[in-house]
């Protein structure tokens, strides 16, 4: 007998009669979770209607958000959204979350208690994987398997192999989970866990946060991953405590589990990481991208647009501002955040040192709206992705970074360790 992996035990946990699973197995899982937003639902929603079947498998388990164009941008993006709503309306969904209640979807989720350890959570949204943190296995899957997922509350899978990370040493000053996810992508590449489980492991990892474990999960997708998942403890189970709405399950992988490989990190000597132009595998030093000029920095996305992320920021900007070349830019990630951080005083020190403050929005890390990039500006941003022309013109380029590298460069208005401006 072999031992199994924490992504292996999930799968099995919500397979139809099976004890265990291994690597290439093709299974069929119930699921806990289905999500899609105002770009995926549409689709999902007309291959829905194409099964002929009445209605979604459970209406608390299907969850709708207008999250990418809303408030909506133009006339076609309010069309996309108005049939998500008639969908909810007609299917009596418990979790649609529409302007004025609405956030980031990947940050809305976990802080609603929508998601929890042991889930088995499906959304037709790439970076579904962010729900990994809490020890549940997420991932992203296309509009008709997210129609089947609505219509059964089943799909298929082929098991996937297991990469395992431990990271060891300790953490430097304004170095976190986006820049322990950088690092680790540009070791193994935008491929290097094509269809595989990062499963995140080691004594640093044990002291991240909540927040910066949801941006190594968040990320897992831009290493080809299928999910990005970390071991539940006490950390996890105080961010769900008082969230959590039903009962939920805890697995762990097996001191003799199988992995496809591990990856050994010391975090010790690490800088702050930028991920250059045009690849999220492109990532080196703060200090090697240091005085590229920038016309904008981007604070928020599904990858750090939380509370925590915020409070980051917003450390580095007080007492300073913007640069008059820069245009800065903070989404918070939800609702809340947006009202936590408002009663804490981060967006009065936003606005203070010259920021634009946004309702919560995807916008402008997918190049929708909110902060689309000109022919030749450069952006430094904390979203996930920096694709040519992925936050606008083709000829645009996009630095990926922490938040507190982000206001540091919107400060001195090229890129820099925050060092440089909290001197």
Known sequence: MRGHTLAEKLIASHGAGRDGVCPGDLVEVGVDVVLANDITAPIALREFASLGVEHVFAPERV????????????????????????????????????????????????????????????????????????????????????????????????????????????????????????????????????YMAMEFTGPVVEGLS??????????????????????????????????????????????????????????????????????????????????????QAVIGSCTNGRLEDLRVAAQVLAGHHVHPDVRCIVIPGTQQVYLDALREGLVETFIAAGAVVSTPTCGPCLGGHMGVLAAGERAISTTNRNFRGRMGHPDSEVYLSSPAVAAASAIAGSIVHPDEVMR
């Open 63 to 194: 969850v709708l958000v207008a999250d990418h164009f809303a408030p909506n941008k133009d006339i076609k993006s309010a069309g996309q959204c108005q049939v998500m709503r008639e969908f909810a309306r007609a299917q009596g969904l418990v979790h649609h979350y529409d302007v004025g209640r609405m956030g980031i979807e990947h940050v809305l989720l976990p802080e609603q208690g929508l998601v929890l350890p042991g889930d088995m959570v499906v959304g037709a949204d790439s970076h579904t994987c962010t729900y990994g943190a809490l020890g549940a296995f997420a991932t992203g899957m296309g509009s008709t398997d997210i129609a089947v997922a609505m219509a059964t509350g089943s799909i298929w899978m082929r098991v996937p192999e297991t990469i395992r990370f431990e990271y060891s040493g300790t953490l430097p000053p304004w170095v976190g989970g986006k820049d322990l996810i950088l690092y680790t992508i540009g070791q193994i590449g935008v491929s290097g866990a094509l």
């Open 210 to 295: 909540m927040a910066d474990r949801f941006t190594m999960s968040n990320m897992a997708i831009e290493a080809g991953g299928k999910a990005g998942l970390f071991a539940v403890d006490d950390v996890t189970r105080d961010y769900v405590a008082g969230r959590a709405q039903r009962d939920y399950h805890v697995y762990a992988s097996d001191a003799d589990a199988v992995y496809a490989r591990v990856v050994t990190i010391d975090v010790s000597a690490m800088e702050p990481q930028v991920a250059f132009p045009h690849l999220p595998e492109n990532a080196r030093a703060v200090s090697a991208a240091q005085g590229v000029k920038i016309d």
